[in-house]
């Protein structure tokens, strides 16, 4: 063997190894393909505040309340509360019109929805004290939920005794609307089939994704403190370490819009990304800390996972800097005619390396329709099949962008443009929307 080959396996055994970061995500997918976590009905009603934090949402803000307002839930224990964060147009009104409380902020330096929650907090608790409410949903203005909602995830909570975070299931309210709302809705609903589900069937946490998730108030006491451009990563982060564990409900699910733009996209996902490798900056040490202190409260393998899951930026450089290193090295043992092995051997090798991760994520794109067809409703065959063609080079953009935000000194916070106006009252249950 000559020592090209001999560093090329070398390479082959780092990137072998590295892999071992990634099965837990196949043992939790394969159990969340048979199992999932039903939560009995509670026999308490508790008292929750809503935070919607909105920017020049005129267009979609009253599709939210009004489908909050027709929950079937008591309307006394349902608080709206809206910030109008940098607006310019009539959101605020639309939403005082719609029966919520609006607190209106203007700060051109802080445009993240981050600092819009700790204002709000800020106002809510200077006016309602700490006590108030048993716990805060968070929603992004363009959502909008199911008759059920509340009501599923306050069974979810009460099972928790009001201490852990719950999230719900993300779905697209415009799935059908083109492929890359349906690659969104994918992304979404493969997350929950693959993660949420394993992971809090075995009493292990998941991760909140920014909205359709409920906290119990008193994580709030001394204020919103995740102002980065990625709050819900430091969100999770921060109570994961603390001992806290976020759950997922399946049966309470929420809608979404999605970027019907490719270079909207774009931008969304590189902050995404952005926001991930600064909080690979900034906790990672300390989760890393988290595995080890001795803390009977806190669940070490949810503190591991978060962990990994901060990793990622790191192990993606290391595999594309293996990658093209090998791809230069069968380069220059082809040139040197230096190898023992074939150059055919090495690139139908690597064929075939590329086409089984093209397969595994078009294997996972179609597990999401059929385990999540119910939630997802009737698509157009023709965009389920290029959605399920294109998945795998949806998610593989995701690499890219990671090394793009690496590199990206700064990645400002930019208002994503919402329009697609849902009638909540066709929305009766979670499994009827589509139809």
Not at 156 to 169: L, S
Not at 382 to 401: A, G
Request: proline share 2%; with cysteine; net charge positive.
């Amino acid at each position: 063997m000559s020592q090209i080959d001999l560093f090329n396996v070398i390479l082959t055994v780092i990137s072998l190894f590295l892999s071992i970061f990634i099965v837990h995500y196949i043992f939790f997918g394969i159990v969340g393909l048979f199992k999932v976590k039903k939560f009995k009905r509670a026999d308490r009603r508790l008292c929750y505040g809503v935070l919607i934090s909105a920017r020049n949402e005129e267009k979609v803000i009253s599709d939210l309340i009004c489908s909050i307002n027709e929950a079937d839930y008591p309307h006394d224990k349902i608080k709206v509360f809206v910030v109008a964060h940098n607006c310019t147009d009539n959101t605020a009104e639309i939403a005082r019109n719609c029966g919520a409380e609006v607190f209106e902020y203007d700060n051109e330096n802080e445009k993240t929805k981050g600092y819009a929650l700790k204002f709000l907090c800020s106002a809510i608790i200077d006016k309602y004290g700490k006590n108030t409410f048993d716990g805060f949903f968070v929603f992004d203005a363009d959502n909008v939920i199911p008759q059920n909602f509340i009501d599923k995830m306050n069974d979810a909570f009460c099972h928790y005794d009001g201490k852990n975070i719950i999230t719900g299931y993300r779905n697209a309210k415009n799935f059908g609307h083109s492929t890359l709302t349906a690659l969104y809705g994918l992304l979404f609903g493969s997350a929950c089939l693959l993660e949420g589900r394993g992971r809090t069937y075995l009493n292990c946490s998941t991760r909140t994704t920014g909205t359709g998730f409920l906290f119990p108030s008193d994580i709030v006491n001394d204020g919103w403190n995740y102002v980065g451009i990625t709050e819900d990563i430091e969100f999770s982060a921060e109570q994961i370490i603390s001992g806290r564990e976020v759950c997922y409900c399946e049966e309470a699910v929420f809608y979404d819009e999605q970027p019907t733009s490719f270079s909207v996209s774009v931008k969304q996902r590189l902050r995404w990304e952005k926001g991930l490798v600064e909080n690979f900056k900034t906790k990672l040490s300390k989760t890393v800390k988290g595995v080890f202190t001795k803390d009977k409260k806190k669940n070490k393998l949810s503190v591991l996972l978060m962990a990994i899951y901060l990793l990622t930026p790191a192990l993606i450089v290391i595999n594309a800097i293996i990658f093209i290193a090998k791809f230069i090295l069968i380069g220059v043992a082809s040139f040197m005619q230096a190898s023992s092995i074939p150059l055919i051997n090495h690139l139908v090798l690597s064929g075939i390396w590329i086409l089984g991760a093209y397969l595994s994520w078009a294997m996972i794109a179609m597990l999401t329709y059929i385990f999540m067809r119910e939630k997802i409703g009737k698509i157009k065959i023709k965009i389920k099949v290029l959605s399920i063609l294109f998945y795998p080079l949806f998610v593989s953009l995701s690499l890219i962008l990671v090394i793009v935000a690496i590199f990206k000194k700064k990645v400002v916070w930019k208002q994503i443009p919402h329009g697609h106006a849902v009638n909540v009252k066709k929305i009766k249950t979670a499994e009827n929307v589509k139809k």
